[in-house]
């Protein structure tokens, strides 16, 4: 049973699309989260949900969109894609206290060209 | 100042050999402290995990927490080449009432036989 579930694995898509991606988590975890991971492998907070409430928006711009319908899933839609974007996006989930760490999904990697 | 950091490497050790990498963060009220590896091309993966000064050891890893200094180490002994990835340190500085990872930009390890 996949812990943290993240799809698709792989996006490629051109400039100005628009393109969503999906995270599940099965472990019971009140809060889950969303990651970039850049080029130089630094990994940087986006969003973070508390029981479907958005808790954390660390300066990102408009055109991502996060959603949590039930606590278990969250995604994230991005408008009007543009080359900067090119990351791994991370999905990842914690108790609310994160004194045991984030259970990470295992990423979606996103190329816009 | 960078949040939390990191030698970005690459530390290079021979098998057998003690690999110890190092994290200084700023946050001073920071709670706790984690230690991730991630292999090329997949999700961090928590291997240790520390909240108070002084040393915790967990099979060949030995967290090291020193919060005067503020400072947090991995030691790992009799090291591997499956050893061989990248080890992000992440700090969880409870600002503003709500739980998040702040991450390093991570240390590449290279285990050589």
């Known amino acids: 049973d996949t812990a943290v579930s993240q799809t698709p694995k792989y996006l490629v898509t051109q400039m100005g699309n628009d393109k969503s991606i999906k995270c599940e988590q099965n472990l019971g975890h009140d809060t889950m989260y969303w990651y970039k991971q850049d080029s130089k492998k630094f990994l940087k907070i986006m969003f973070s949900?508390?029981?479907?409430?958005?808790?954390i928006n660390e300066t990102v711009p408009n055109r991502f969109s996060p959603k949590s319908p039930d606590k278990a899933h969250l995604n994230l839609h991005i408008n009007s894609l543009e080359l900067g974007d090119s990351a791994v996006y991370f999905c990842a989930s914690s108790q609310d206290r994160v004194r045991y760490g984030y259970t990470f999904g295992s990423g979606t990697r996103l190329t816009v060209v | 100042q960078k949040e939390v950091e990191q030698n970005s490497g690459p530390l290079s050790v021979p098998e057998g050999a003690i690999a110890s990498l190092n994290c200084t963060y700023s946050?001073?009220?920071?709670?706790?402290f984690f230690w991730y590896r991630q292999y090329s091309g997949k999700s961090p993966e928590l291997i240790m995990s520390?909240?108070?000064?002084g040393d915790k050891e967990d099979g060949r890893f030995t967290a090291q927490l020193n919060k005067a200094s503020q400072y947090v180490s991995l030691l790992i002994r009799d090291s591997q080449p499956s050893d061989s990835a990248t080890y992000l340190c992440?700090?969880?500085?409870?600002?503003?009432?709500?739980?998040?990872?702040?991450f390093g930009a991570g240390t590449r390890l290279a285990v050589h036989p």
């Open positions: 946050d001073r009220v920071s709670q706790s």
């Open positions: 949900y508390n029981n479907k409430e958005l808790i």
């Open positions: 992440a700090v969880n500085p409870f600002s503003g009432g709500y739980n998040k990872l702040i």
């Open positions: 520390i909240y108070s000064n």
